[in-house]
T-cell receptor, first 119, second 111 residues
């Protein structure tokens, strides 16, 4: 089945630094990738939708200059948290959609998530 | 109004009983509906998806969809302690490729 690899699985960084998270589709081409953020005991909140070769679409309230998304190929999307602060500490999860059928689950595969801690 | 609403729980069910989880959504044009299971600290895992009115069964799980009433439910038969997790309802928008998650229901199966 479709596999999405997300790295790193956890990262600790100092306040003010930037962190890059990678999301790769291993056995399919992902036309669209999604980035979610999840705070403790809360649900997944969609941050942005990235389409290969075009600018990402950010959800309301998400700062595009702080959360930089690059989807330069059909198998790789990256999320860079710039000038990270402790309030950015969260669980970040990517999801990739392949060229599969419109309906059903085959279009949405999740990465294993990245636990970001900013100190 | 939230786009996807779930009772946060916790829902406590004795082992072997049926657990019933409910979800309502606001976008009447939504076409695809998903149930994910998430263990603490882990990524969501797909349990069921459904896009036609009625019931869809897969092992101990049954998803039910009623588009007229805009609700989708998940039944877990013969509940096991390993079913203890947070269950997330997700809906695909009619006009976009993204899926939106509900807040999740914490399920606890007591021995």
């Amino acid at each position: 089945g479709a596999v999405v690899s997300q790295h790193p699985s956890w990262v600790i960084c100092k306040s003010g630094t930037s962190v890059k998270i990678e999301c790769r589709s291993l056995d399919f081409q992902a036309t669209t990738m999604f980035w979610y953020r999840q705070f403790p005991k809360q649900s997944l909140m969609l941050m942005a939708t990235s389409n290969e070769g075009s600018k990402a679409t950010y959800e309301q309230g998400v700062e595009k200059d702080k959360f930089l998304i690059n989807h330069a190929s059909l198998t790789l999307s990256t999320l860079t948290v710039t000038s990270a602060h402790p309030e950015d500490s969260s669980f970040y999860i990517c999801s990739a959609r392949d060229h599969g059928p419109e309906q059903g689950s085959k279009g949405y595969t999740f990465g294993s998530g990245t636990r970001l801690t900013v100190v | 109004q939230k786009e996807v609403e779930q009772n946060s729980g916790p829902l406590s069910v004795p082992e072997g009983a049926i657990a019933s989880l409910n979800c309502t959504y606001s976008d009447r044009g939504s076409q695809s509906f998903f149930w994910y299971r998430q263990y603490s600290g882990k990524s969501p895992e797909l349990i069921m998806f459904i896009y036609s009115n009625g019931d869809k069964e897969d092992g101990r799980f049954t998803a039910q969809l009623n588009k007229a009433s805009q609700y989708v439910s998940l039944l877990i038969r013969d509940s096991q302690p390993s079913d203890s997790a947070t269950y997330l309802c997700a809906v695909k928008h009619s006009s976009a490729s993204k899926i939106i998650f509900g807040s999740g229901t914490r399920l606890s199966i007591r021995p």
